[in-house]
């Protein structure tokens, strides 16, 4: 993580043209972002944000470089895009690697040019745009099921950051927790000191499928419902079905030494999507709650590995 924040000085000193965050869903890839923005010479024009997994491939194009007014049926009257409202700051694409296949040419050219045209329009508009896209999608495999351009990816590959989750970096949780603690503690007036022994060895020992995303939402339910000054039941922190309980779950047994077997990364996480399914006894809401995934990432997950039941 010392890695990754080093980059994240250097990038913030330079006059870069874009970047890509890439981590897994939850490890904080939107706030890293917003912090390179804050960081450099554009903090103070505009930070604009866009997530291309949660508009219809049909409306993104529109969302991204405007339109004129009568340029399709439901326009009344001329839309900016988000280009020009990020005009001299950062243009942030989350969840580059849900964008329409066709866009992304669209994309790349008006990234290279600083130019584009809005839908119906016929005069180009220039731009100074920062872009920092993130994704949580392996892009490389993307390129080569011909999902995202190659030219694309190059272009926005020239700075890459990676993110660690935080079952790699289990060291930070203290610190995390202690940081989450205080700010919770100010913001619903109550006077705690932090975490007992019982309920830091939970927070320690926990996998956290949904990163640093889940583990402030555990922290929080940690902080408003203990009575004392000291959170130390891991019952509070960890209610039932709040949590793929233990190894057992997702179907994989031990090895002698009682450690999880090496497996292939995408056999583990169809193992761990099938666990919070049959967790949430089906409910596709509830289990990307469990893993800290948004709903239309879930989705496309359960189609990939065609996992149809909880069973």
């Known amino acids: 993580m010392l890695k990754t924040l080093d980059m994240v000085k250097l ?4 006059d870069f043209s874009c970047l890509m965050i890439k981590g897994e869903s939850g490890t904080g890839k939107g706030l890293l972002a917003r912090t390179i923005h ?3 010479n554009r903090s103070e024009k505009p930070f604009v944000e866009v997530n291309c997994s949660a508009i219809p491939a049909n409306l993104i194009e529109s ?3 405007g339109h004129k007014k009568g340029a399709f049926t439901d326009a ?3 839309k900016l895009g988000l280009f020009e409202m990020a ?8 969840e580059i690697g849900d964008m329409d296949f066709n866009l992304q040419a669209k994309l790349l050219k008006a990234m290279e040019e600083q130019k584009f045209r809005r839908i119906g329009g016929t005069a180009d508009i220039s731009v100074n745009v920062a872009i920092i896209a993130a994704t949580n999608q392996n892009v490389e495999k993307l390129v080569q099921e011909n999902k995202f351009r190659l030219d694309l990816y190059y272009r926005l590959n020239v700075i890459p950051i990676d993110i660690p989750p935080l079952r ?20 619903f007036g ?29 922290v929080e339910r940690g902080c408003i419902l203990t009575k004392g000054d000291l959170i130390d039941d891991p019952g509070i922190l960890f209610p039932s079905g709040s949590r793929i309980q233990s190894p057992a779950a997702t179907g994989v047994m031990l090895n002698s030494q ?6 292939p990364l995408a056999k583990a996480e169809e193992m761990v999507i099938r666990a919070a399914m049959r967790e949430a006894k089906g409910n596709k809401n509830k289990a990307a709650s469990i893993l800290g995934l948004h709903r239309t990432t879930l989705y496309k997950k359960l189609e990939e590995y065609k996992i149809l039941d909880p069973a």
């Open 11 to 14: 990038v913030s000193g330079s």
């Open 258 to 263: 009682g450690e999880l077997p090496a497996m």
């Open 63 to 65: 969302e991204l470089f």
């Open 38 to 40: 804050k960081m450099g």
């Open 76 to 78: 009344k009257e001329e």
């Open 190 to 218: 109550k006077s705690l000191k932090g975490f007992g022994e019982n309920a830091m060895q939970e927070l320690l020992a926990y996998s956290w499928p949904g990163n640093v995303r889940e583990f402030r939402n555990v």
């Open 168 to 187: 790699e970096r289990s060291e930070d949780i203290p610190a995390l927790a202690d940081h989450f603690l205080r700010a919770f503690a100010r913001k």
């Open 87 to 94: 005009d001299g700051g950062t243009l942030f694409l989350d």
